[in-house]
């Protein structure tokens, strides 16, 4: 597999800054609604539950979003120290391909595969 270039490398540490900030942003926007629904007002039964079930899913996605912004923050943090872009499992460079649509990835695409499917 090639090595990145610099021209791919900064690219991609764009692309991860953008990817920060939109993720810190999706997290400061959920933020205000995630407070408990007993501290609401005026909700009957029904919209309470309703109310309840929205929450339940907006805090599974800030789990999934800080878990991703953790990611990210790994990978700039590797980019800082030249060793961006490659695969943590075997070490090899992870393809420009797969960074352009998932700029965090740890792993190659063959020990991602292979990682799920154990
Ligand atoms: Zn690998």
Do not use: W
Request: negative net charge; charged residues 30%; aromatic residues 4%.
């Amino acid at each position: 597999m090639d090595e990145l270039n610099d021209q791919q490398r900064e690219e991609l540490i764009k692309d991860l800054e953008d990817l920060e900030a939109s993720l810190i942003e999706l997290l400061d926007l959920t933020q205000s609604k995630t407070k408990p629904v007993s501290l609401r007002e005026n909700i009957g039964r029904l919209s309470r539950m309703d109310e309840m079930h929205n929450q339940s899913i907006l805090l599974a996605n800030r789990t999934v979003t800080s878990n991703r912004l953790k990611a990210v923050k790994i990978a700039l943090a590797h980019a800082n120290d030249g060793n961006y872009g490659y695969c943590e499992e075997c070490g090899n460079t992870i393809a420009f391909r797969r960074l352009k649509a998932y700029p965090d990835a740890s792993m190659c695409i063959a020990c991602k595969g292979s990682a799920e499917s154990s």
